[in-house]
Nanobody
Framework: QVQLVESGGGSVQAGGSLRLACTPS????????MGWYRQVAGYQRELIAK???????TYSDLVKGRFIISRDEDKNLLYLEMDNLRPDDTGVYYC?????????????WGQGTQVTVSS
């Protein structure tokens, strides 16, 4: 069983920055990819950013140029650096990881961390 623990959420004013961290119970490189999703109350979770095992990254158009996903191999941490935050970035941010299981894959989720951006 894989566990993912997020940290770093909080409240910030528009234009500010936050850095989220995700600690997996397995090596970062055990996963096909890892990423961050955001959920706003009443809406489905949406992909914010993801990084593959090889290091290729994908970003939502909503955050391109403002958010950066990265990994720290030494600390075994996944980060989401969020700059120039806007009120519509508010939501619960979830760390996710896809683990290969035989010929299939299983997706794991963290418990989420709240980010609130005020205008």
């Amino acid at each position: 069983q894989v566990q993912l623990v997020e940290s770093g959420g909080g409240s910030v004013q528009a234009g500010g920055s936050l850095r989220l961290a995700c600690t997996p119970s397995s090596s970062l490189f055990a996963f096909n990819h890892m990423g961050w999703y955001r959920q706003v109350a009443g809406y489905q979770r949406e992909l914010i950013a993801k990084v593959s095992r090889s290091g290729s990254t994908t970003y939502s158009d909503l955050v391109k140029g403002r958010f950066i996903i990265s990994r720290d191999e030494d600390k075994n941490l996944l980060y989401l650096e969020m700059d120039n935050l806007r009120p519509d970035d508010t939501g619960v941010y979830y760390c996710t990881a896809e683990l290969p299981v035989g010929l299939k894959a299983r997706t794991y989720w963290g418990q989420g961390t709240q980010v609130t951006v005020s205008s």
